[in-house]
C-alpha cells in the first residue's frame, strides 16, 4: 500500500492591511492549514476570509494559537501562570471553532505556535496543560505535535487523537527539538534542499538531525512554514520529492 502523509502550513498570519505570506497559493498545495488566532498574528477578517478559502479547497483546518505577542509574532518566550495559560489556549481555540462553523467548515486539528510549542516541547508539564485546556472544550480535536518531543509525551498521556509533525524547512538538534531561530543554517530557505531532505526522512521513519542523527519517530504531517519568502517554493518541492517518492499527500486521520 502507498504510503500517505499530511502537508500543513501555518497561515492566516496577515494583519488589516498589513500582508504576510501567500495562503491562497499555499492553499492549494497543502492538506491541513493552521491558522492564526488572533494572539501572535491574524484577525477575525483574515481568520474569516482564510478559513473560507480552506473550506473551498477542500483543506483541513486547524487553529494555531500562541502567546499574546503580535510585535514579536509569538516568538518571544513569555512565562504564564498555569490557569492563564489554559485560558489562552481555550480562548483562542473558542475563536477558531466559532470563525470556521461560520465559513461552513470544522476545526480538525490544533497546533501551538512559535514559542508557546518550542517551550511546551521541552516541558510535558506546560504541554498537558495546553492540551487539557483544548480538550476541555473540544474532546475529539486532533492534537498536532512536535514529533519525539514532550509534546507527544503529554498527547499519549492524555490519550488523545493525535497527529506527529516534522518540519520541512527547520534543522533539528539531536534531541528532536528545532535549532534555535538565531543560529546560521535554523532556517532552511532552499526549495531545492528542503523537499529532498524531508522525503528522505518520511522513508525512513525518522528525524534526521544537523548532526546526521536519526531519531525514530511516527510521521504523520510535515510543517511549511507560510511566512517565508521561498515558502510556497518549499511546498511545491515537498509535495514533488514525496509524490516522486510514491509517497501521497493527504489529510491525517484521527488516531490516537
Not at 477542500?58 to 502567546?67: E, N, Q, R, S, T
Not at 490557569?83 to 481555550?90: F, P, Q, S, Y
Not at 505556535?113 to 516541547?121: F, I, K
Not at 534555535?180 to 531532505?197: F, N
Request: proline letters at 3%.
Amino acid at each position: 500500500m502507498t504510503r500517505s502523509v499530511d502537508l500543513n502550513a501555518d497561515m492566516g498570519e496577515s494583519f488589516g492591511p498589513w500582508k504576510m505570506g501567500e495562503d491562497a497559493a499555499l492553499l492549494d498545495i497543502v492538506s491541513s492549514a493552521n491558522i492564526a488566532c488572533g494572539f501572535h498574528a491574524g484577525d477575525p477578517d483574515v481568520m474569516a476570509a482564510t478559513m473560507r478559502l480552506a473550506v473551498e479547497r477542500g483543506v483541513g483546518i486547524g487553529a494555531h494559537p500562541g502567546f499574546a505577542d503580535l510585535q514579536g509574532f509569538g516568538r518571544r518566550r513569555m512565562h504564564l501562570p498555569k490557569d492563564t495559560l489554559a485560558n489562552l489556549v481555550r480562548y483562542q481555540l473558542g475563536a477558531a471553532l466559532a470563525m470556521a462553523r461560520a465559513a461552513g467548515g470544522e476545526v480538525r486539528h490544533l497546533k501551538l505556535h512559535g514559542a508557546l510549542a518550542n517551550m511546551a516541547a521541552e516541558d510535558v508539564v506546560m504541554a498537558r496543560t495546553c492540551y487539557e485546556a483544548a480538550l476541555d472544550i473540544a474532546p475529539d480535536i486532533i492534537v498536532m505535535v512536535l514529533a519525539a518531543t514532550a509534546q507527544q509525551e503529554a498527547a499519549r498521556e492524555l490519550g488523545c487523537h493525535l497527529a506527529a509533525e516534522i518540519f520541512a524547512d527547520r534543522a533539528y538538534n539531536d534531541d528532536a527539538t528545532l535549532v534555535d531561530r538565531s543560529l546560521p543554517g535554523s532556517v532552511i530557505h532552499d526549495p531545492a534542499v528542503a523537499g529532498p531532505r524531508i522525503a528522505r526522512m518520511v522513508k525512513a521513519g525518522a528525524i534526521i538531525t544537523e548532526a546526521g542523527k536519526q531519531i525514530a519517530t511516527r510521521i504523520d504531517t510535515i510543517c511549511l512554514h507560510g511566512d517565508g519568502a521561498t515558502a510556497v517554493k518549499i511546498a511545491r518541492s515537498v509535495r514533488e520529492s514525496l509524490l516522486a517518492e510514491g509517497i501521497e499527500v493527504r489529510r491525517f486521520a484521527a488516531m490516537r
